[in-house]
């Protein structure tokens, strides 16, 4: 066998690796002591940093913001269920949430202003069984610049079928449902409005006038507004926040009628340091946190009655809205067959 | 030997410890049956399909899931057990079949080890969550030591060229296994995904074939004007479209520069080598703001000829441009190398036979550069498949395998298959090319005898017609490469599109803000997280790739192991399997289970890694051997060990090498895509990755300044080691040493292990 | 048939520099039409850029070059009519040995029937008509080289030039190769320029040779006039290898011209033509002209120089012996022919040197 210095090189690299990996994973695990919070945040990441900022400020809490879309905030969650790292679910759109509730990953809490909440924001919470509650709302149209209209020759879009028109091809932006829950809610909505045959038929057709789907919602306006397309099929809260930067926008709401999101808030099931999300997510819901929002460009319509009302902040019930079903849209087997049927008869070669 | 002389001492040794050493033989035995087992077993589970596709986290279920392989796995897991035993037990095993044994041995452990280091954190709060990898851990460490005793047992009798030939065998195992679980393993969960459907034991043929042949894969609608083309087509038509171009462009630019002056020569090879130190979907993103819609171009276009704007610019076209202008850096160089070492006298004595410039060209030059020329196309066709920036970036809507399988790795609504075939088709496609690449750069003109070394280089002049048109070509090239990058620039600091811009400095702000506060520097910016963590993985890989690559050479080469080069060559097809597949492959392997953030971490240091390494065994392997043998021989007579050997002869020879070899891999390291895109998450972003990100939500101006931020990070490091390097002049011959250089980057181009 | 014409070459003061260093300094030479010239020198003294000066590769800074009495400085190397050898044959790996030969004569535009009717001629004649579809790294390295003169012969020029042909090649096949190109150079009667380093190459297949240093022409002669009558102690090294002592050459009591050197004593100067200058000379001698034989101290002939020396080292090369002999500080190499069953003279052995008077040169530098 050798003698065993000549072993020695090997054996001591070997324990060499084996020490690194292992203080690796020890001081992955090592805490702090000071308070702690880890919430992930799934709007705008201004909003995200604003939020941060400011609870930071306020409560004096260490707070860690992960930042990523309501889709992958979902898996992420679903990931690391039985250990969960995070502490609260900041935003994004509701359906992914209510999936959450559905699965057990979040927790049953109903907070003590409730009834100070817009009924659409307490519907959201009933329907969940109370682990989640709207946080926002937002409506779903059409963003457009006019001028990028004249240039291609064609009518501003009033109805989801004049997007089907030909001068439109290439030049629609929407997000990728299988990605960004902007995309979903399109679809969903389009099954909503028309019935899931026509609905999908109208995709189909819709297809070849899509530009680009983009990885996240907001990419769609945001391409919009540099001219890279000629509209966008996304929340006019976002159209909003881009003619507030200068971008010469509008906005319609389709004239067949459209959905409303609601954007949630959620604690995670199994969170560490549940006394302090807790107070965040109080705080989250009150009226003087919702109002912070607006500063940073956020303009989704806030679900506490008492925040102060803004012409630019428009009342999603002023629109044409079909009642969103959100139960069953947010369910995750009509997700999956939704996406399954975009997947496999929607975006594929033959409707290029 | 071993074995004799033990066996020798065991003879001459008193009765008692005659005894003893029997019995301890016999445990040894015990130990190394029961390990091997727990390896096959291991080896058997990484390969099953029901792992790799269980959902759930509990790791014993997804043991069980072993039962549910199919009989033809069992046979295997039944072999890998009996052979070592065998090996083991019996002397007249082939040499082969031990070192293969051996390998699968270390195979099955490292993967157990693997799932073990992926599943949990830890140490974590329930002893349950501890005791499974914790015995795992243990039994892969005993299969270890049990692999390595048959190796060194065994070989140390057939491979008795140096004193230590365990040494050569190890490095090879080593290298081996490595190649199997990191590549293998990813590539085996692809092939599973295809023919095997959830929840069977059997595979599914027609089932798999069925959607290997999908018309999603290879609809031809493009070419008939009926819908668009399927993935796998569009894939292979870019890619032999874009290597045409970038050959040709690339050809034609050697022709000219070939000729020109030093100084020339010198800012060209800068300038073009620019895309290959910066990530490439920033050349599309540049060329997007050209081109695209609302490109800069585009608006003067309407605004003087009145050509409305359109995004003609978004999907094959645009990718087609970026692609192009990205790799053909690739095929110059590489036909500059074989432009520059034709002989003069080819040259001369065709023209002193009566041939014009334009017949030199025709029946002298460019018959030489054929060979050249077809393995540079063939190294941007493999790039061009594996790149997943540019389409992501500015594809539109246009299809392609890197990013199908990106999209379906990355919901979970996807279908196994609809992972699995991507996958699969890449790497045939891939290793296809790979083959007929290597077979094509081993080409010799036919026969053996050398030709007399030519003493006076090439100095070839084109014809003049074609000289201006090249050089209106490097002109254009030039010219395109400096706009997009002025652009990059221009947009980093810059609010809006192209038509409204405004001054701001909010992107870097954004970006890469720093606070001073009176509890010190804040880094308040959003991208500092990844920088950070781009630059410790790329500085952690290079110089450990470095090392590794080249002491595994060393050991290899001067071990005596016969197939060395074999082993060699191996490495470079296999490393030529796309880096997204990589990725995905990792996802399936070990992240079914839930990745934690060290094991992501962990994979994706790996996967830089691994293509770090067959870089730089490349590159050592070319230096060490041109190195003179006579100077190793003599350090060896002279009673040196290798080792002594290695660090007082060899390396300070080698150091150029090893120099260029971490350049070369912190390079890549900070601009690889591939791998990571599928492997990150939020909290394990690396620079390329939030790029992506940012420019994915629309966010131009941040990726821009990103990207300015990330160039001016690399070209400073680099700058900084150049001058260490050439100020220390601890490099002798650095003539002789960086024309081994050049050799070797050419040579690594030629393998296209550029990304 | 192929049809060769000679031609005459005359260079009249050609003088080259690439920068600061003078490559070749007016040289002037003459070639006869049918010669097999050759030029010769060491490293660097400027042989091939001569070569490639009459090639037309290179164009002289002053000077004249005539072929044929036509002066031909401005004419391209096609217009010339020279065949030119490379020292690495320039041979294209991607062409069989028939497309190489036929290079030229394709350029030319000659039709299909006469290229393989003078192809194939060629081809046989240097003895390549086998491997006509082979390919340059399937032949041996004489084969190849054969290629490289076939290709320069096939178009009929009226100069071969070949840059140093043998020095790719081993010791044996130098010396086919060399007889091979002898000979067919007398087949043809082609005016041959050969530039070598090889003094053994020069003196064997020679007419006449040109000894050239750091660009200037040292002597030109026929090989047994170099040999035996060099100018100066370089010409003497350059073509095979001389024994010279130095001294100086002094007037005796009877006025006459005389070399004295130590280790020679006084030795008076028979050839009155061929006095060098009072001063520093040296007495040049072969190896060949000098007999050995044991000491004695004897009376010995007058028309001989005797010298007393000790051998310190004995070469046995097979066909002769070749002594390193000491003579007081000077060494003096002696080969005697050997003869078969005969043992060497031990080393160390005093001997005694006899050189011919007639047989030795004086030569001041």
Partial sequence: MGKLKDYLPGIGLGALVFASLFGFALSNTAHAQARRLNVVCSVQIEWCELVRNEYQRVSGVRMTMIHRSSIEALAMLLAERNNPRTDVWFGGTGDPHLQAAERGLTLEYRSPILDDLQPWAQAQARRAGYRTVGLYSGVLGFAFRPDQLKRIGAEPPRCWRDLLAEPFRQQVMMGNPTSSGTGYMIISALTQLFGEEAGNDYLKRLHKNVAQYTHGGRGSIENIVRGEGSVAIGFMHDAIAARERGADLEFESPCEGTVAEIGSLSLIAGAANLDEAKRFYEWALSAEAQTLARKVGAFQYPSNKHVAPEARILDPSQTLLTPYDHRRFGSSQIRKRLLSRWINEINVPQND | MYRRTTDAAAQRAHPAKREVLALWRALWRVVALGSFSMAAAGTAFALSPGALQAKDSDLLTAFAGLWGIGEVAFVIAVLLWAVPVFSTLQAGVRTSIRVGAASLGIFGSASMLFSALATRTWPSASHHDFLVPMVLAAAALAALVASLGTLENTLARTLARERRPWRAALAAAFWVTALIVFIGVPVAGAWSLVWHRTGTAMPNMSAGIASLLASRYWSLGCLTGNGGCGSAVNSIGLGVIVSTLAGALGLSLALFVHRSNRKLRKWVAVLVCLPMITPPFLVGLGLAQLFGQAGIVTIVLEATLGITRSRWFFGGYGVMMAQVLVFFPLAYFLLLNALDSLGREQIDAAKFLGASDTDVLRTVILPALRDPLAVAMLVVFVETLSDIGNPLVIGGKLRVLATELFYSSSTEIASGEMTGVPALLLVGIALTMAVVKEYLARHRWRGNTTLPESRERCRYELPAPLRGIFGALLTLCVLTLVAIYALLVVGAFSEGGIADRSFTLENFVRGFGVLVAQDGVHLTGSGWDSLIASLSCAFLIAPLGGVIGMAMVWVLQRGGLRGARTIESISSYILSVPSVVIGAGFLLAFGRFGLTSVGAWTLILLAMLLRNLAVCMRFGGVALRRMDSAQIEMSGLFGAGALTTFAKVVAPTLRSTFVVSVAYGFVRSMTMLGSVLLLSSAENQVATTYMIDRIGIGEFGVGMAYGVVLAACIGTVLAIGWMVASARRTVPGLGAALSDLKAAVVLAQKDGLAR | ?365
């Fill in chain 3, 1 to 365: 048939m192929l049809v060769l014409k000679r031609s005459s070459i005359e260079a009249k003061g050609v003088s080259l520099s690439h920068g600061d260093k003078r490559i070749l300094s007016g040289i002037d030479l003459r070639i006869e039409s049918g010669e097999f010239f050759c030029i010769l020198g060491p490293s660097g003294a400027g042989k091939t850029t001569f070569l490639r000066v009459v090639a037309g590769l290179e164009t002289p800074d002053s000077g004249e070059l005539l072929i044929d009495g036509d002066p031909v400085s401005s004419k391209p190397p096609q217009k010339r009519g020279v065949g030119m050898v490379f020292q690495s044959l320039g041979l294209w790996p991607h062409m069989t040995v028939y497309e190489t030969v036929s290079y030229g004569l394709v350029r030319q535009g000659v039709p299909e029937a006469d290229i393989r009717r003078k192809v194939d001629f060629m081809l046989k004649l240097v003895g390549l008509d086998e491997l006509a579809q082979r390919y340059p790294g399937e032949l041996s390295g004489g084969q190849q080289q054969k290629v490289a003169i076939a290709r320069a012969l096939v178009v009929e020029p009226r100069i071969l030039l070949l840059d140093q042909p043998m020095s790719a090649l081993d010791q044996p096949f130098r010396i086919h190769l060399r007889r091979d190109i002898q000979s067919l150079q007398r087949k043809l009667g082609i005016t041959t320029i050969m530039v070598t380093h090889d003094p053994e190459e020069a003196l064997s297949v020679a007419d006449r040779i040109a000894v050239i240093r750091d660009g200037r022409i040292q002597q030109i002669g026929s090989p047994p006039a170099l040999y035996d009558y060099p100018f100066d102690t370089f010409v003497a090294n350059s073509v095979g290898t001389a024994n010279l002592i130095a001294g100086s050459i002094e007037e005796d009591e009877a006025g006459a011209a005389c070399f004295y050197s130590d280790a020679t004593g006084s030795v008076p100067l028979l050839d009155r033509l061929r006095v060098p200058a009072p001063g520093r000379a040296y007495a040049c001698f072969r190896p060949s002209s000098v007999h050995v034989a044991p000491y004695d101290s004897s009376a010995h002939d007058a028309d001989y120089l005797w010298m007393n020396g000790r051998i310190f080292r004995s070469e046995f090369r097979g066909g002769y012996l070749r002594y390193s002999v000491g003579v007081g500080d000077e060494t003096v190499v002696c080969d005697l022919p050997h003869r078969t069953a005969t043992l060497p003279m031990p080393v160390g052995s005093e001997v005694l040197l006899g050189i011919e008077i007639s047989q030795i040169r004086f030569v001041n530098a």
